[in-house]
């Protein structure tokens, strides 16, 4: 069975700084992975994904990640955060293109302006 | 494009009702994913379809929930003999078999059993 890990429940950074949401997950095999942001009254958006090839892939809003098959990670990056990244963000397995998602915990961004 | 509808937003059902939520997927797509949040579970999966047939219901609760997709533009997910701990909220996806195979969310239904 897989499963994701957020390790961090909650992270507060100033606005400015830079950014790395971690992610470990559990699966035997190849995972399609994925981060969603969930912002407040909003549904959950797709920010970036990753299937194969280059393992930093880069995704919206300045957003990017790595995938470390020999660590079992998928952590998401930012150089710069900004007031409006404060939001809830999800990091996410799935097993084969197509297939159900299985969520991480989910991290809480708090940005101080 | 409107993106994934369900409805109703909000619902407030007494310990025992039924309540039925509704999805209506964008057009063209073929799967529709549901997920249910909730703050001691976080987001689980329940149960989803592609081209209207039941593919995986691995985590729908053995009794009481049930989901259709009568046609390809909308299913439902029904929960009877509603009980406080159903409160959560219902989250519909749908996907397109492309090669990118992401799914859009929709708002969500927020259900409150009392």
């Known amino acids: 069975a897989q499963s994701v890990t957020q390790p961090d429940a909650r992270v507060t950074v100033s606005e400015g700084a830079s950014l790395q949401l971690r992610c470990k997950y559990s699966?035997?095999?190849?995972?399609?992975l994925f981060w969603y942001v969930q912002y407040p009254r909003q549904g959950l958006q797709l920010l970036l994904k990753?299937?194969?090839?280059?393992?930093v892939v880069q995704g919206v809003n300045g957003f990017e990640a790595e995938f470390s098959k020999s660590n079992s990670s998928f952590h998401l990056r930012k150089a710069s955060v900004h007031w409006s990244d404060s939001a809830v963000y999800f990091c996410?397995?799935?097993?084969?293109?197509?297939?159900?998602?299985?969520f991480g915990g989910g991290t809480r961004l708090t940005v101080r302006p | 494009n409107a993106g994934v509808i369900q409805t109703p937003r909000h619902k407030v059902t007494g310990k025992g009702q039924e309540a039925t939520l509704w999805c209506e997927p964008i057009?063209?797509?073929?799967?529709v994913f549901w997920y249910r949040q909730t703050i001691v579970q976080g987001l689980e999966f329940l149960t989803y379809?592609?081209?209207?047939?039941?593919?995986?219901d691995s985590g729908m609760p053995k009794e009481r929930f049930s989901a259709q997709m009568p046609n390809q533009s909308h299913s439902t997910l029904k929960i009877q003999s509603t009980q406080p701990q159903d409160s959560a909220v219902y989250l519909c996806?749908?996907?397109?078999?492309?090669?990118?195979?992401?799914?859009?969310f929709g708002p969500g239904t927020r259900l409150t059993v009392l």
């Open positions: 996806a749908s996907s397109i078999r492309d090669s990118s195979y992401e799914q859009y």
């Open positions: 699966y035997s095999g190849t995972p399609y």
């Open positions: 990753y299937y194969s090839g280059d393992p």
């Open positions: 996410v397995l799935s097993e084969n293109a197509g297939a159900k998602l299985t």
């Open positions: 057009s063209g797509h073929s799967a």
């Open positions: 379809f592609r081209n209207q047939a039941p593919i995986d």
